[in-house]
């Protein structure tokens, strides 16, 4: 399988690409919304809400009303995000306990759970906690973020660094959710998680073929007459 440094099409690095999928990311809230953003490509998201919708922003270490990522110089050590970084408060945020946090996610209170991905496969399993051989610190609130949540998008590159699918016919690692999730927005595409398997191509990103999705991809691709770009 190609990695997608050979594609000419993506002559991005990966922070650019991680970027664009978080512009694409923004567009899935709505007004209103509270959005829970987990760790990595997630966090982006705050910096792409349109001004001109109101969404609240829910970290599961006890944080509402989150602004954009604090700008180089401007970090408040006692404000960061469940990844570790310096973030902004908005007028009217707030600060509870991670009890009162989790039970706002279980109780069903979030309306949008936004969070990154190591496999999805084409059922909807999840895998993002843990590699086998590599030291990680637990799974964190992913895996009551998943079992709670109406709408569940996965954010993650298409592929590893060394060119392996992230979507897949069956997850290799262990899951964190099973059949959990309901769309994959990537630095190549948007893609639905059909009900009776397989991933179902919404959107491709600018520059980038269908053909090229298709050698990027291992699991099942099911693909409309006309896919546009984001």
């Known amino acids: 399988m190609k990695p997608i440094e050979q594609f000419a099409a993506l002559a991005h690095s990966e922070d650019e690409q991680?970027?664009?999928?978080?512009?694409?990311?923004?567009?899935?809230?709505?007004?209103?919304?509270?959005?829970?953003?987990?760790?990595?490509?997630?966090?982006r998201v705050s910096n792409h809400i349109p001004a001109e919708i109101k969404v609240i922003l829910?970290?599961?270490?006890?944080?509402?009303?989150?602004?954009?990522?604090?700008?180089?110089?401007?970090?408040?050590?006692?404000?960061?995000?469940?990844?570790?970084?310096a973030i902004t408060i908005l007028p009217g945020g707030s600060f509870f306990s991670s009890a009162e946090s989790f039970a706002?996610?279980?109780?069903?209170?979030?309306?949008?759970?936004?969070?990154?991905?190591?496999?999805?496969?084409?059922?909807?399993?999840l895998a993002n906690w843990k590699i086998p051989g590599k030291m990680v610190k637990g799974m964190g609130g992913a895996?009551?973020?998943?079992?709670?949540?109406?709408?569940?998008i996965v954010a993650m590159l298409h592929q590893s660094s060394d060119g392996k699918s992230?979507?897949?016919?069956?997850?290799?690692l262990p899951l964190t959710g099973e059949r959990c999730v309901t769309r994959v927005i990537t630095n190549l595409a948007v893609l639905d998680i059909n009900p009776e398997g397989g991933f179902i191509l919404k959107e491709r990103a600018s520059g980038?073929?269908?053909?090229?999705?298709?050698?990027?991809?291992?699991?099942?691709?099911?693909?409309?007459?006309v896919v546009p770009e984001f």
């Open 18 to 43: 991680k970027e664009i999928i978080a512009r694409r990311l923004a567009k899935e809230v709505k007004d209103g919304d509270y959005v829970n953003l987990g760790i990595g490509i997630p966090t």
């Open 58 to 85: 829910q970290s599961e270490n006890g944080l509402l009303g989150i602004g954009p990522l604090a700008e180089p110089g401007q970090e408040d050590p006692d404000l960061i995000n469940a990844s570790k970084r």
């Open 104 to 125: 706002m996610i279980r109780g069903d209170h979030v309306d949008v759970t936004i969070l990154g991905g190591m496999e999805v496969s084409e059922n909807g399993d």
């Open 143 to 152: 895996m009551d973020l998943v079992a709670s949540a109406d709408k569940v």
């Open 166 to 172: 992230k979507l897949v016919a069956s997850c290799d």
């Open 208 to 225: 980038v073929s269908i053909e090229q999705i298709k050698a990027a991809t291992a699991g099942r691709l099911l693909i409309p007459d």
